[in-house]
Structures are given as C-alpha cells and as structure tokens.
C-alpha cells in the first residue's frame, strides 16, 4: 500500500474498498449507514476516507496498475456531462484531488468478530469494537477480502495491545 497523507513516511499495512458502517457512537447506538471507503491499516490506527465525486480516492491510482488507471480515467472522463481535457484527470489522479480521511479509529484496545446474523443480513460482515465505545460493521461481497482483513485487523489489535 501507498504511505497515506497524515502519516507520509510510513508506508501502509494493508488498503482496500470495503463497505462501512458505524453502529455505535461513544456508547450510543446509531442509525447505519453503509457507505464504500477506502480503508487504510497503519500500526495501530484504521482510517476511512471517502472517494471524491464517486470515484477513487488519494491512493487507489498509485496503487494501480498501468491498464486498471487508464481504464477508470477514460470512464471518468466519459462519465463527466463536460468532459475536461484529459490532463486535468491525470493531475487529479496524481493528488490533486486527493480525499480526506473521515475517520480514524484506534484499535488499541480493540475486538473484531464475525458478526452474528442480527447485526447485519449482509454476508462476510466483520465486526469492530473500540475502547472508545465505537462499533463498526465492515464488509466486502469478496470473501477472500473480508478474511484478509479480519486476519490485518486481529494482527494489529494483538501488537498493539499494550501500548
Ligand atoms: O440492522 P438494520 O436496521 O436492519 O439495518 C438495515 C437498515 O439500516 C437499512 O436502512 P433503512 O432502515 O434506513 O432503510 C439498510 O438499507 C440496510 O442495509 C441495513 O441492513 P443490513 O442488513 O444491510 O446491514
């Protein structure tokens, strides 16, 4: 994975797309919303951003490769009701529009489980739980994803856990 913006000179653990959604709030139960993020594992913190414009956020294009980039730059362009010339979409993949995180969460402290079948009626849902009293439901249609960051995420909580 790319190094993400808050922390430039450290290269990420793990980055992908997953659906995500909030539950809990500092204790308090909260109204879902699944939104896609890009989600990035860095030490001990988990960071979502949002993609700008529905399409790619900061790092997906630096993470690409060379056919996947010109692919989604050609259906950007397509997709725009006036196109732009096509090097504003190239600078703008390279960071000039880079998304901002939405969130971070600490997972000193944290659990993740497989989450029952009243928390979601979604497959391969993955369950987080902060110290802070924040819960989180996260997900991916692909199962292989979800168990590959079920497997990133207890790794984490485990090294982290004393600090
Ligand atoms: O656990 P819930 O409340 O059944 O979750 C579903 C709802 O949040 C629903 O939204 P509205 O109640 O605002 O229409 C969402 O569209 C569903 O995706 C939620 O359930 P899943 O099972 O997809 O997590």
Do not use: M
Not at 76 to 96: C, D, E, L, M
Not at 131 to 136: A, D
Not at 138 to 162: C, K, M, P
């Amino acid at each position: 994975c790319p190094s993400s913006p808050k922390h430039p000179s450290t290269p990420s653990e793990k980055c992908g797309v997953l659906n995500v959604t909030k539950i809990t709030e500092n204790g308090k139960k909260v109204r879902k919303n699944w939104a896609s993020s890009w989600t990035v594992l860095q030490g001990s913190s988990l960071l979502f951003a949002k993609g700008q414009g529905g399409t790619t956020s900061w790092s997906y294009y630096r993470s690409s490769s060379l056919p996947e980039l010109l692919l989604s730059l050609l259906s950007s362009w397509k997709r725009s009701a006036k196109p732009r010339p096509a090097v504003s979409y190239v600078s703008s993949a390279f960071g000039g529009n880079q998304s901002k995180p939405e969130f971070t969460v600490d997972l000193r402290g944290a659990s993740v489980e497989w989450a029952s079948k009243d928390k979601s009626s979604k497959k391969h849902v993955i369950e987080l739980k902060t110290r802070q009293g924040t819960e989180l439901l996260i997900q991916s249609e692909i199962d292989s994803v979800v168990s590959e960051w079920f497997r990133a995420l207890s790794d984490a909580i485990s090294t982290h856990a004393w600090e």
